[in-house]
Nanobody
């Protein structure tokens, strides 16, 4: 069992930046392909970004391309979010699995509980 924990969420003004982190207590994440998803109030879960095990390949959802960057090291996965917009407001979830680049969510086995991001206009 892998317990993922997200951190770094908060309140930021439009145009600002936040950096989310995701780690697993007591273990590395190098075995897994990783992804970030988000869910806004009243909306379905949405793919944000994914990264393969080596970190050499990344994938992004259209709404965040050019503004968000996913990266990883041996211990954690990060989501750098720049030029934030009010429509980025959501709970952001980290996920781990074995299929790189998964965008539906079904490719991931482990999920964190999420971290809230609020972007004010």
């Amino acid at each position: 069992q892998v317990q993922l924990v997200e951190s770094g969420g908060g309140l930021v003004q439009a145009g600002g930046s936040l950096r989310l982190s995701c780690g697993a207590s007591g273990r590395t994440l190098t075995t897994y392909a990783m992804g970030w998803f988000r869910r806004a109030p009243g909306k379905e879960r949405e793919f944000v970004a994914a990264i393969n095990r080596s970190g050499g390949r990344t994938y992004y959802g259209d709404p965040v391309k050019g503004r968000f960057t996913i990266s990883r090291d041996n211990a954690k996965v990060y989501l750098q979010m720049n030029s934030l917009k009010p429509e980025d407001t959501a709970v952001y979830y980290c996920a781990a699995g074995w299929t790189p680049g998964g965008t539906t969510g079904r490719e991931y086995v482990y999920w964190g509980r999420g971290t809230q991001v609020n972007v004010s206009s």
